[in-house]
């Protein structure tokens, strides 16, 4: 995001939900511009709310090869996969 400045070290990488939470609420602390996230859970309660908290927080929340339910994010990338196994098929 125009603005936006990378943080390093990187708050750390974790693919369980309480340490997804725990990484979006180290975020927050920190006063980050955006975060950005594959969830572990496109439903779970938790990281929904922590990413609420963070928006709140006016950080932009960007979402890659996952995207969340019933939250409004700055972005999301991702493969299409049912588009990639069709392609794939006829390749193959």
Request: charged fraction near 25%; glycine fraction near 8%.
């Amino acid at each position: 995001f125009p603005g936006s400045k990378t943080v390093y070290p990187r708050l750390g990488l974790s693919s369980d939900i309480d340490g997804q939470v725990r990484l979006i609420k180290a975020a927050i602390q920190k006063g980050v511009d955006a975060i950005v996230i594959a969830p572990n859970s496109a439903d779970n309660g938790e990281i929904n709310e922590a990413l609420r908290d963070a928006a709140d927080a006016n950080i932009q929340i960007l979402t890659f090869d996952a995207d969340i339910n019933n939250f409004t994010r700055s972005a999301y990338v991702g493969t299409d996969n049912y588009a990639a196994g069709a392609i794939a098929d006829r390749r193959g």
